[in-house]
């Protein structure tokens, strides 16, 4: 497993940007596959993105997945040197709302064993 903490969430007006950071404790970061996912009140957590694992610390980047409904608009990214995934946030909407939370999932396996412990999004109109 890895320790992941999120920050950056915050306050934003309707299309408005927030970039979430994730920072992951570990020196086998770069073998997990990340995840992003958000959860409404009232709703169940939902995928929102993904960034597959990447050989070494020069190749960071990953084959990325985006929920329909952020398609376009977010852009996940991971920075292996840093032991960081990104979210970035444009075009936000109220829907957006949500506490979102950074998950890892070793290479191979099909279940996140690791999740932080969230950060507050929250869209205005």
């Known amino acids: 497993q890895v320790q992941l903490v999120e920050s950056g969430g915050g306050l934003v007006q309707a299309g408005g940007s927030l970039r979430l950071s994730c920072a992951a404790s570990g020196r086998t970061f770069s073998s997990y596959y990340m995840g992003w996912f958000r959860q409404a009140p009232g709703k169940e957590r939902e995928f929102v993105a993904g960034i597959s694992w990447s050989p070494g610390i020069i190749g960071s980047g990953g084959n990325t997945y985006y929920a329909d409904s952020v398609k376009g608009r977010f852009t996940i990214s991971r920075d292996n040197a840093k032991n960081t995934v990104y979210l970035q946030l444009n075009s936000l909407k109220l829907e957006d709302t949500a506490v979102y939370y950074c998950?890892?999932?070793?290479?191979?396996?099909?279940?996140?064993?690791?999740w932080g412990q969230g950060t507050q999004v929250t869209v205005s109109s």
């Open positions: 998950a890892a999932r070793p290479t191979g396996s099909s279940k996140y064993d690791s």
